[in-house]
């Protein structure tokens, strides 16, 4: 696989997954039907916050769209429909009534795959998910379409991992911070939950050096009794490395009632269009270290400034250098390489800071550990304000 088929995927992804500014907002009274109800009247612990987050998830089966809006700032929006069974099985078609189909991203239990018309596409290209973890490819593309997924309000905590917090946000929400690891090495994640309702607004992963790989922004939630889930109908994606920012606008909702036997979640056929194996035609992965078929590997872009260059929030990039913190972990002790993943401590790279709180100030202490316990960095990442939206109530629920 080539650098500039690595290219051709990202940009794919960049257009097929968004809706830009000039989407138009549809703006109605909110029902009180669908208000999504308060679950947290005092301080959750870590623990019920990521019960809610979990059940609002296990409680999907299947979602589906009953229409949806696409597009990047600079190019005009197209129609979408998207379908999921999570955690693994996706798929978001694009189209125009001129140009028909313009994209096709997928996902199921053992493959992804990604199709643009134009976009300087080479074919279609696949790869499988355990094959793809082990390729210099998931450097370059982080995240597959799966992730989508939990961008739209259905993350999940798994238990094995490392947590800590909750932290309380500038804005008064709680913030989680998970320590993952992966074949691209250690990865941490911050989610921002909801103060009163426990959805999931922010999700936002840095690498080891504490650089920002991806990021979802979910709002306008509406709640649908039927099924007891809290959705959101306007998700912001933002991949750092490819300099673009994104959004998905959802009309409405199908609960629940998607079947599989038709093919969704199937890799299509294209006869006009080559397929493409991300990881080498045999199908094996690229041993650790080996460059790309087609030349050496060259960097997707320059590294974030330092200073000079902010983010949305207004607050600027991190440091290009990482700056561990060194704060201490529940039970004390030093750092055991054989510890169980769930208690194994974790260095903590540095973050971005808002909300007046300074890096290495942490002046909002974890809500369940004593301050003198716990003197880690503020890593908040939430918008600076969470808008107010409206929309249409979830379709099929009159």
Known sequence: MTHFQLHSVAAILLVGLACGAGCPQLMRPVDPLYQPPVVFETAPTMEQLMAQVNMNTQRVQSLESTGATLGLKGFPSIRAQIYMMPPMKFRMIGETALTGQLLDLGSNDQEFWVWGRGFESPGLMYARHDEFQQTMAKTILPVEPSWVAQAM????????????????????????????????????????????????????????AGQPIASAMASNYRYDPNSNVSLPYKVDIRLPKSGADFSIQIIGYRINQLTEGNG????????????????????????????LPGGQYQPTSQ??????????TGQPYPGQQPAPVGQP????????????TSTQPQITPQYPSSGGYPLGANTAPSMNQPSSQFTAVRPVYETAAREEFNSPPIRGMR
């Not at 269009?273 to 080498?280: C, F, Y």
């Not at 972990?329 to 169980?340: K, L, V």
């Open 153 to 208: 309000g259905l993350a999940r905590f798994d238990p094995n991992d490392y947590h800590q917090g909750p932290f309380p946000t500038a804005t008064g929400n709680y913030e989680i911070r998970t320590t993952m690891t992966s074949s691209a090495g250690q990865i941490t994640k911050v989610t921002v939950i909801d103060k009163q309702y426990g959805y999931v607004l922010e999700q936002h992963m840095y690498d080891m």
């Open 329 to 340: 972990y529940p039970g004390g002790g030093q750092f055991d390489p054989y510890a169980p």
């Open 303 to 312: 590294s974030y400034p330092s200073t000079g260059q902010p983010l949305p």
């Open 264 to 291: 969704t979640f199937a890799k299509p056929h294209r006869p006009d269009v080559p397929e493409i194996n991300l990881v080498g035609n045999s199908g094996m992965p690229l041993p650790s270290g080996q460059p």
